[in-house]
Nanobody, 123 residues
């Protein structure tokens, strides 16, 4: 099982920056992917950014050019650097880890969620 904990959220003004952290631990062979999602009140949760085990990255259209996702395998932590924040970025940001599990020669990559960290961008 993998334990995931996010941190770094807070209240910022439009144009400001935040760096979110995603710390993870547990028993696994590697990381298939790490992704950041956000959910605003009364809206569906959306994918913001993802980084794969081989460090390929993808971003939502709104995040592209402003957000940067990264991961430190040695420290078992990932980050989401958010710049030029706007009110539309407000929401609960959650980290999802797909951990590589090897059991008797069979590989799987179940997903694990953190509790989330709140980001609020004021006008």
């Amino acid at each position: 099982q993998v334990h995931v904990v996010e941190s770094g959220g807070g209240l910022v003004q439009t144009g400001g920056s935040l760096r979110l952290s995603c710390a993870y631990s547990g028993t696994f062979s590697g990381i298939h992917s790490m992704a950041w999602y956000r959910q605003a009140p009364e809206k569906e949760r959306e994918l913001v950014a993802m980084i794969t085990g081989d460090y390929r990255t993808t971003y939502s259209d709104s995040a592209k050019g402003r957000f940067t996702i990264s991961r430190n395998n040695t420290g078992k932590v990932g980050f989401l650097q958010m710049n030029s924040l706007i009110p539309e970025d407000t929401g609960l940001y959650s980290c999802r880890i797909e951990a590589l599990i090897v059991d008797l020669g069979r590989t799987s990559w179940p997903g694990y969620w953190g509790q989330g960290t709140q980001v609020t961008v004021s006008s």
